[in-house]
């Protein structure tokens, strides 16, 4: 048999799937489900608010209320592991006239549609294919940050400011890890020992699903065996150190020793999500718990796992928005009951050319989030100075430009940041009195966002720069 080496570095965060769950399950009466009126060929889960819809060949995408925002006047996006059917620091890929180009939130073409395939946005950059044999990465402006020379036959979305490559040089095909500078550094020549190979997105736990004869297995950072090479399939996602595997069929879940988390007994399994797992049997869907408990019902005809604190599911031929009902009010804010991995960010940030310190950023799923505190009281005395205030009532954060901020004097002191657990934030954000979509993270009792996202609402400037390994933000 062919010998085939696949490997995969993934990103893995911690999601507490039984710490705030006791075995608790829902009935069908028991769940808040928004029914949608319009029918649709295919769905995906919400990313930043927004969920990507498609019908008789064309895409759009709806609100968490099931409202059309984006037409459905693309054309339809194809599956696969790469699909950039999600919203990514505020853009996603479209396809027009069988070329990619990037849309924001509002559907507007902000980058054009030039492309032969593209990545999603992750960390400032995306990767984009200029022809049939070469990618590089492009900035949220459209601009190559690379040199011209710099080009690969294959590569992954940035996570933790490294990303995976592989290209042909001399006739032979190798992977490289490169950093945001460019700075390649290879893989062990002994993971090309198969007729083929493969490699896929990395993290900073380096944790590499591979595959030998078809059969995959999990090896770590430096390349020792976790689980052997002896299912048929493997996936690592967000989850708490596990891995989903997949055996004569059948899917279960392993933890990084090998030891059994989820009985291998599931014709669909994902990992847990939000305190979850979608799981699939006899051809119905439903969610189980850590204890491997259902949860919620196996009643639906198509579902997904959860993500931004709600679900999408098929039952009857009819799509619907399924709330997760572990979410709870939590020190006054809205957020979800599930803890998260917060880690401290060393990501070095210039405001107006001068290097910052004390700004807390955390880094959440792969991307970076700054205090809206501290991104306030940076621009407190320019022209693109805002003010934030919390409305208890409405559980609403509110910023308004041009107001003066007023500061609350615990500024710019994450210096000493250490990791701390975060909340998924369902507070409303509004700027100058209208709500926008954000991803938002309450730590410490405060709110933190994607600086991308600030930015192309309040309107400043972020530039990763990969020549000095900086994010930029600039009042110009």
Not at 247 to 268: C, M, N, R, S, T
Not at 308 to 328: H, T, V
Not at 340 to 363: C, M, P, T, W
Request: one cysteine or more; hydrophobic letters at 35%.
């Amino acid at each position: 048999m062919k010998k085939v080496i696949n490997i995969i570095l993934v990103l893995i965060i911690f999601i507490g799937t039984s710490a705030d769950v006791n075995a608790i399950s829902f009935g069908e009466d028991d769940l808040d489900i928004l029914w949608l009126n319009e029918s649709y060929d295919r769905v995906r889960p919400f990313s930043e608010g927004l969920a990507y819809v498609e019908k008789d060949g064309r895409c759009g995408y709806i609100d968490r209320q099931g409202n059309i925002v984006i037409p459905l006047i693309y054309e339809a996006q194809p599956g696969g592991v790469f699909t950039v059917v999600s919203f990514h620091e505020a853009l996603v890929a479209v396809k027009k006239d069988n070329m990619w180009g990037y849309i924001d939130r509002s559907g507007n073409e902000v980058i054009p549609c030039q492309y032969y395939n593209v990545r999603e946005f992750s960390q400032g950059l995306a990767a984009v294919q200029n022809d049939y044999d070469s990618w590089t990465y492009i900035d949220r402006a459209g601009n190559q940050v690379f040199s011209s020379d710099m080009a690969w036959e294959w590569t992954s979305p940035f996570h933790y400011g490294k990303a995976v490559v592989s290209t042909s040089r001399d006739g032979i095909k190798k992977a490289y890890i490169i950093d945001k500078n460019a700075q390649e550094t290879p893989f062990p020549e002994y993971l090309y020992s198969g007729q083929s190979w493969s490699v896929g997105r990395i993290s900073t736990d380096e944790v590499i699903m591979f595959s030998i004869d078809d059969d995959y297995g999990l090896l770590d950072k430096e390349f020792n065996e976790l689980i052997p090479p002896a299912y048929d399939d493997i996936y690592v996602g967000f989850s708490d150190h596990t891995a989903r595997v997949e055996l004569d069929g059948k899917k279960g879940i392993l933890d990084f020793e090998a030891k059994q988390v989820i009985p291998a007994e599931y014709d669909g399994l994902d990992n847990f999500r939000e305190g979850f797992a979608l799981a699939g049997k006899d051809g119905m869907w439903g969610y189980i718990d850590a204890d491997n408990q259902v949860a919620i019902p196996f009643v639906y005809d198509d579902a997904y796992s959860f993500s931004e604190g709600i679900a999408l599911i098929l039952k009857d031929g009819r799509w619907g928005i399924l709330k997760n009902p572990l979410i709870k009010q939590a020190r006054g804010v809205y957020t979800s009951g599930l803890r998260l991995e917060a880690r401290a960010s060393e990501e070095i940030v210039s405001f107006n050319g001068q290097k910052i310190d004390g700004l807390e950023i955390y880094n959440i799923d792969g991307d970076n989030y700054y205090k809206l505190r501290d991104v306030a009281k940076l621009f407190e005395n320019t022209d693109a100075r805002f003010s934030v205030d919390w409305d208890n009532a409405r559980k609403t954060v509110s910023i308004k430009k041009e107001e003066a901020y007023t500061a609350n004097n615990l500024e710019l002191q994450g210096s000493n940041s250490r990791d701390k657990t975060a909340f998924i934030s369902y507070a409303r954000t509004e700027i100058d009195d209208r709500q926008v979509i954000l991803d938002s993270y309450f730590i410490n009792g405060q709110h933190y966002y994607k600086i991308e996202d600030l930015a192309n609402l309040l309107g400043f400037n972020e530039y990763w720069n990969p020549d000095t390994g900086t994010m930029e933000i600039t009042t110009d």
